[in-house]
């Protein structure tokens, strides 16, 4: 893993200007390393760490386990890029064992997730069957623990 | 009553530490950003922690063996054997200690008669001078340099030896400077050990932390297991200073003698730091690697920062700290870290609250965030640009 892509995962402020700082480089390295790990599809795009316990951000969020039929040609692939479309899927994955599709579901509402599972997800042909788990309380996501242990306040600020 | 009769005479001498002189004013200052942290940023691995909790919900709250727990001196025993190079007797040759301050402490005082000299470098650890003074022994130093980037110099040692030295005390990497010692210095140093006859006491809880080299321990070079007492503990590399556990590995009549003292003293290091120092020893090494590897990046930061900013530093080596020069200011140490810590609100620590050897140097640790060292950095930035044009402005007057 490059030097770039190694800060970008540990620090919180990814402007080029501070990150060139940290490396030793200019700003234009920074943006030409960016847009090779860009091109290369190695950085997909920027997302931030929300804390979905947060009352403005508050949704509802289910995991479904769906099985499907695969295809002669592409096996389960084509089906499940026409799930991974719905803008309600926040991921899916192709699973071993006893389902074939993983799919992460987020919705305003307990109902709007309900609607989409029932009305648009089951009903796709090759959907052979879904199971819903709604998912009640997040501790950890994105290696980013919701309720961090408390700092040590009495940890000397200057020690020997 | 009057309290001083009350105080041993060698206690009453024994002057108080700079750094905790320091730690007072920053204390009072919570908003200050410190690099004067002698301890990891990183709290303990999650599995060793884990380990600790284990051990209690299964009652382990009981006395170890004196000497620690044989399943941790066997685990402590394969790894110097991979890491150091020598092999130690779990029985015999092994003693768990309170953090290698303790094995300090008392392995001091196991081999000084009043009045018996050592030989170590400086600037070094707050500890090592009074810890001879508290042995009764006479604390020889030797300094090391910044145009050998502090690394160890063994000709000095040769040249401060006089009659009377019984011991050699090192620490490489060592704080606060980060300077190392490679095989061709220890080797003309093990050399000399032998001829003058001494035992070397090395504290070698850096060693994990060595970026550059490898890290070469003299103890494994021929003929000096035999007369040395090597020190090592889980504080630095595995981040558990809380957990106070150390080591000493050394010849059996000496790790005798130190049982002496630390079965009346201290009884046992403390089992659940035990049980979580087996953790660290089986599983931990994963997580060394990624906390050295980020104190690495960051020292690469620090230090070039350092250099573009005008103070002048070497790269370290180990640990993490770095040791810049900060005379170009015209400031002395004690009075850069005061004007930098009250103009802007930056803690370093003064050299000479590591011995006299420290002048114009200061130690800044990069154990914190990049967040941290880069607004650290960059305040000290203003603080020597504004020193500059004080010290143009007294010159045109």
Known sequence: MSDLLSILQETADPRPERLAKILGCTAEDVESELEELRKNKTLLGWMPLLNPTHHDLEQVRAVIEVKISPEREGGFDRMAMRISKFEEVESCYLMSGGYDLLVFVTGKNLRSVASFISERLATIDGVLSTATHFLLRPYKDHGHIFEEESENQEKPSVSP | ?397
């Open chain 2, 1 to 397: 009553m009057n309290p001083e009769n009350f105080i041993a005479d060698h206690i009453k001498s024994l002057p108080r530490s700079g750094i905790r002189d320091f730690f007072a004013i920053v204390s009072e200052m919570p908003q200050a950003i410190s690099l004067g942290i002698g301890e990891p940023d990183f709290v303990t691995p999650w599995k060793i922690r884990e380990a600790s909790i284990f051990a209690l919900e299964q009652g382990k709250t009981s006395y170890t063996d004196n000497r620690g727990l044989l399943s941790l001196r066997k685990e402590i025993s394969k790894y110097c054997a991979s890491f150091f190079g020598p092999e130690y007797d779990p029985v015999s040759e092994i003693l768990v200690t309170v953090g290698v301050s303790e094995a300090i402490d008392i392995a001091l005082r196991s081999i000084l008669n009043p009045g018996d000299k050592v030989l170590y470098h400086e600037p070094c650890y707050v500890s090592y001078a009074p810890s001879v003074t508290l042995a009764f022994g006479e604390a020889i130093p030797v300094a090391t340099t910044p145009g050998q980037e502090f690394s160890l110099d063994p000709e000095a040692f040769e040249k401060a030896w006089q009659p009377g030295c019984k011991i050699l005390m090192l620490n490489f990497p060592t704080n606060p400077t980060g300077g190392t010692a490679d095989r061709e210095k220890l080797e003309r140093l093990a050399k000399f050990a032998k001829e003058k006859d001494l035992i070397v006491i090395s504290d070698e809880i850096y060693a994990e932390l060595t970026y550059e080299g490898e890290h070469v321990s003299i103890a494994s070079l021929p003929g000096m297991k035999e007369r040395t007492l090597l020190l090592h503990g889980f504080s630095k590399g595995f981040a558990m200073t809380g957990f106070r556990v150390g080591f000493g590995c050394g010849p059996d009549w000496l790790i005798d003698a130190m049982m002496k003292i630390h079965q009346y003293c201290m009884m046992c290091a403390p089992i659940l730091s035990q049980e979580a120092a087996i953790e660290a020893l089986v599983n931990g090494s994963e997580d060394v690697m990624r906390m050295r590897d980020q104190y690495h990046k960051r020292r690469d930061f620090v230090i070039r920062r350092f250099n573009e900013i005008g103070l002048s530093c070497h790269l370290p080596r180990g640990s993490f700290y770095a040791f810049p020069d900060i005379s170009i200011t015209g400031l002395n140490e004690t009075e850069f870290c005061h004007r930098l810590l009250r103009e802007q609100e930056v803690a370093v620590v003064p050299g000479t609250a590591f011995g006299d050897h420290g002048i114009n140097h200061v130690r800044a640790s990069f154990s914190t965030s990049y967040e941290k060292l880069v607004e650290a950095t960059n305040r000290m930035e203003s603080f020597v640009d504004c020193l500059d044009s004080e010290n143009a402005h007294s010159a045109a007057i």
